[in-house]
T-cell receptor
Framework: AQSVAQPEDQVNVAEGNPLTVKCTYS??????LFWYVQYPNRGLQFLLK??????LVKGSYGFEAEFNKSQTSFHLKKPSALVSDSALYFC?????????????FGKGTTLSVSS | EAQVTQNPRYLITVTGKKLTVTCSQN?????MSWYRQDPGLGLRQIYY???????DKGDVPEGYKVSRKEKRNFPLILESPSPNQTSLYFC????????????FGNGTRLTVT
């Protein structure tokens, strides 16, 4: 069965420092991987996705993520954090070997950027 | 503006009183889905629909019904709500089911007493 793990409930960084939000996954086939961000009282917003190709994926608001097949990871990164990046971040995975299955979300990681 | 619209945003009801949460998208998307979000559990899929008249269960379908009579609308029905269905609900849509990103509504916070 497919699954996704976000090992950190919260990540704290200072403004201007690089940030990493971790995500690992488990699928039987090849994964489709996504990152979403949720601001208070709002729905989730799509940040970026990995389907195939280049392992480094660039997305919205300066975020990027690196797909590492051997480590089954898809960590979200940003070179220089902003206070406005503070939000709840979700990693999600779909197993391409299983048609019709849901997009499985991690439990979320709260990112707090201090000024 | 392209969007997914859910109504109502907030709903307080009593056990057993049937309710419907509406969801509408204006992007001509084939795929629609309902999720519930609970603290510490992330988002869990309730039902999804690959296209009109085709729906299927997600991970937590018990106690819920859906219908997809037209492409733009995907209402979530709770025939007899119970307190364990108190949650934050999100409707989402995408062009097609797998590689396309989901567009989410702003959520419906449901409290069942």
């Amino acid at each position: 069965a497919q699954s996704v793990a976000q090992p950190e409930d919260q990540v704290n960084v200072a403004e201007g420092n690089p940030l990493t939000v971790k995500c690992t996954y488990s699928v039987s086939g090849n994964p489709y991987l996504f990152w979403y961000v949720q601001y208070p009282n709002r729905g989730l917003q799509f940040l970026l996705k990995y389907i195939t190709g280049d392992n480094l994926v660039k997305g919205s608001y300066g975020f990027e993520a690196e797909f590492n097949k051997s480590q089954t990871s898809f960590h979200l990164k940003k070179p220089s954090a902003l206070v406005s990046d503070s939000a709840l971040y979700f990693c999600a995975v779909r197993d391409t070997n299983q048609a019709g299955t849901a997009l499985i979300f991690g439990k979320g990681t709260t990112l707090s950027v201090s000024s | 503006e392209a969007q997914v619209t859910q109504n109502p945003r907030y709903l307080i009801t009593v056990t057993g009183k049937k309710l419907t949460v509406t969801c509408s998208q204006n992007m001509n998307h084939e795929y629609m889905s309902w999720y519930r979000q609970d603290p510490g559990l992330g988002l869990r899929q309730i039902y999804y629909s690959m296209n009109v008249e085709v729906t299927d269960k997600g991970d937590v379908p018990e106690g819920y019904k859906v219908s997809r009579k037209e492409k733009r609308n995907f209402p979530l029905i709770l025939e007899s709500p119970s307190p364990n269905q108190t949650s934050l609900y999100f409707c989402a849509s995408s062009i097609q089911g797998f590689g396309s990103p989901l567009h989410f509504g702003n959520g419906t916070r449901l409290t069942v007493t």
